[in-house]
């Protein structure tokens, strides 16, 4: 028998997640664009205000704030926000432990193109070119009509408490793509500036996709709510059922080591039935796998 009254919550006295995920960098790059997102719902923050966004959410990773869950709390709120309504897909990209970042200033025109995520319709202009680069903007940008029409642009979306933030490109094949900041990077073409500031995510090895990623439990929550009333509709059906979870499990534990204590904040403290027969038929594996 399955005791529901047990709760299983992170333990504050020791890290539970890989150690990428508490390097100072990606911390400093997911407040930056977190208070960014921020300030297009709050645009009339003072300064002050905005000040005060990122020392709460220095809190929120520290744990000392409102009694949350540190680091986890921290890139669920990012996580949310960022890719849960913003539709970035910023996450798996900022939290990989086979990508490593670096901040600096990035040359526009060096042996790596930067590209733009965006096409150059985007902003406006006749050209369905698709990941365009900095440099084929600036051909056209030779064009008066097209420069003068750019600066145009430019101006009537110019917001300053956003403008100074440093772009977030990431390798592609040879290249690196701007996840974060397409308008500045136009806007520099725009100046004529060589660099600009950037945080640049480079992989370590060959493989060229994201390893050890956070997913939020919340993922794990929605994703499986559905095999949850399949379940309990019905229990006759529960080992095919559960042979469903054990397959989505198992093929995000090939991607990413957070699956485990994730899931263990995700699934355990749950007290309903489906749960309960998870814990029963998993739990020695995913406690095996949360403490490793």
């Known amino acids: ?15 539970e997640f890989p150690a990428h995920l508490y390097e100072p960098i990606r911390h400093d790059i997911a407040v930056m664009l977190w208070e960014k997102e921020q300030l297009k719902l709050h ?40 890719d849960g309504m913003k539709l970035k897909k910023l996450t798996p990209l900022l939290t990989a432990g086979n990508i490593q970042w670096q901040q600096t200033d990035l040359p526009l025109d060096g042996d790596r193109a930067v590209q ?31 420069r003068a029409a750019q600066q145009v642009n ?11 933030h440093p772009i977030v490109v990431v390798q592609e094949g040879d290249n690196l793509t701007v996840r974060d900041g397409n308008r500045r990077l ?17 992989y370590k090895g060959e493989e060229r996709r994201p390893r050890d990623y956070w997913i939020s439990p919340h993922f794990f929550q929605a994703l499986m709510g559905p095999l949850e009333s399949q379940l309990q509709s019905n229990p006759e059906q529960a080992d095919q059922i559960m042979a469903h979870v ?3 499990i198992f093929m995000f534990a090939d991607d990413t080591e957070v699956v485990w204590p994730v899931l263990k904040r995700a699934l355990w403290p749950n ?14 594996h995913l406690a095996t796998k949360a403490n490793d």
């Open 1 to 15: 028998m399955i005791d529901k009254e047990r709760t299983v919550e992170p333990r504050r006295d020791e890290p």
């Open 43 to 82: 645009p009339d923050f003072t300064a002050g205000q905005r000040a005060a966004m990122g020392a709460d959410m220095q809190g929120w990773f520290e744990g000392t704030h409102y009694g949350l869950a540190p680091v986890l709390d921290f890139w669920d709120t990012f996580e949310s926000t960022l």
């Open 116 to 146: 733009f995520l965006i096409p150059l319709s985007a902003f406006g202009m006749e050209s369905e070119e698709l990941n365009p680069s900095a440099n084929r903007l600036r051909e056209l940008l030779q064009d008066p009509a097209v």
């Open 154 to 164: 430019s101006a009537a979306h110019s917001y300053p408490p956003r403008d100074d």
């Open 186 to 202: 136009r806007d520099a073409v725009l100046r004529g500036t060589n660099t600009l500031p950037a945080y640049v995510g480079t």
């Open 246 to 248: 054990e397959q989505i």
């Open 271 to 284: 007290y309903t039935e489906y749960y309960g027969y998870l814990r029963q038929r998993y739990g020695q």
